[in-house]
Nanobody, 115 residues
Framework: QVHLVESGGGLVQAGGSLRLSCAAS????????MAWYRQVPGKQREFVAI???????DYGDSVKGRFTISRDNAKSTVYLQMNSLKPEDTAVYYC?????????WGQGTQVTVSS
């Protein structure tokens, strides 16, 4: 059983920064992918950032140059540093971990950016 715990969400003014964390616990085989997605009510879940075991990173177009994904393999934790936040970044942010053939999602953490 794998459990993902996200933290770091909250309310911030436009232009500010937040750092999200997602820690994976439980019996986990080799983690291949750690990623972040976000979702607003009534819309599909949107890809934000990905970090692969090979060190490759990629970002959604709307966050490129502002967000940075990183991971600590020893802690099975992925981070999302979000800078220059905009009101349109407001969403519930979910982490995703792919380990072997298993795909896990966190419960989500709310990020609200006020104008």
């Amino acid at each position: 059983q794998v459990h993902l715990v996200e933290s770091g969400g909250g309310l911030v003014q436009a232009g500010g920064s937040l750092r999200l964390s997602c820690a994976a616990s439980g019996t986990i085989s080799s983690i291949n992918v750690m990623a972040w997605y976000r979702q607003v009510p009534g819309k599909q879940r949107e890809f934000v950032a990905i970090n692969t075991s090979g060190g490759t990173t990629d970002y959604g177009d709307s966050v490129k140059g502002r967000f940075t994904i990183s991971r600590d393999n020893a802690k099975s934790t992925v981070y999302l540093q979000m800078n220059s936040l905009k009101p349109e970044d407001t969403a519930v942010y979910y982490c995703r971990v792919i380990a072997g053939l298993s795909d896990y999602w966190g419960q989500g953490t709310q990020v609200t950016v006020s104008s």
